[in-house]
């Protein structure tokens, strides 16, 4: 069972979006086996990640956003932390995980079933009790939201850490022409506090606003902070300290011309303890 556990695992989050959710399905999936009647199993492993699947979107579709402050954003996750279960290769990158939230759970796991576990659609079918057809269209329905964005995780190379480090010195000195020299012109930054820390702003789009309100932050909340530069869900982060707590971290999307399209500002603690 345990050889299983961080398939089902990386399974459960890549739908959810969330590490602790993730574990509490799975363990509950895995509970509920060991006591069942497997007279009529056929395939342990079909069986569990069937089950983990389902029970993922029935997560997904229960679960409420609208009492938190700011955007909602995934937990980022960092492959160099021993506890971190999750299959490294299959795992969603930070923004894709981000984009997936624009899907509803059923089209998400179809999604994630095709591009992450090369499923065909006769395994797809089976998985979610649907049909071949109803599967190709959630698919297509899947992508055209996606824009097509290729699933296959990328990995934080040296651009991406020159251009991290730009950043992180454009923001100490809260200069902001530098600052806007590193964002595309049609930026956007979302923030999430969870739901107890109250944020500046949910959502600023634009190169000249999101300069400010970066600059703005660093002078209110973040001078004189410490801070280290990480790579969550395959994407470059700087992450701000107090103390021994990381108190706010900054994922960057960086597009292929080195400027930054998307950066997610996760201040919420309770996503930030199991980095911490």
Excluded at 117 to 137: P, V
């Amino acid at each position: 069972m345990q050889e299983n556990y961080s398939k089902l695992l990386t399974y459960a989050y890549n739908i959810t979006g969330s590490y602790e959710d993730s574990q509490d399905l799975v363990q509950d999936v895995i509970e509920k086996y060991i006591s069942l009647d497997k007279s009529g199993v056929r395939n342990e492993v079909n069986y569990l990640i069937k089950s983990t699947v389902n029970h993922a979107i029935n997560f997904k579709n229960r679960h409420s956003k609208k009492m938190i402050y700011g955007e909602w954003l995934p937990e980022p996750l960092s492959f160099d932390n021993a506890e971190n279960k999750l299959i490294k290769e299959q795992t969603a990158r930070y923004t894709l995980l981000v984009l997936l939230e624009k899907l509803n759970p059923k089209e998400r796991a179809v999604y994630i079933l095709k591009e992450a576990f090369d499923y065909s659609h006769q395994e797809i079918a089976e998985t979610l009790d649907i049909s071949i057809d109803n599967s190709r269209q959630l698919l297509s329905r899947a992508g055209k939201q996606l824009q097509n964005i290729k699933y296959a995780p990328d990995t934080a190379n040296s651009m991406d850490t020159d251009i991290l480090h730009r950043y992180q010195k454009a923001l100490s000195e809260g200069n902001i022409p530098m600052i806007e020299e590193l964002l595309r012109d049609d930026i956007r930054l979302s923030a999430d506090g969870g739901k107890r820390i109250r944020v500046i702003k949910a959502v600023e789009t634009g190169k000249p606003a999101t300069a400010s309100l970066l600059a703005y932050v660093q002078q209110q909340f973040l001078s004189g902070k410490s801070f280290t530069f990480n790579v969550f869900n395959h994407q470059p982060a700087l992450c701000f300290w107090q103390g021994e707590r990381m108190y706010n971290c900054h994922i960057l999307d960086i597009d292929e011309h080195g400027l930054i399209r998307e950066i997610y500002s996760i201040v919420d603690p309770e996503k930030l303890k199991r980095i911490n």
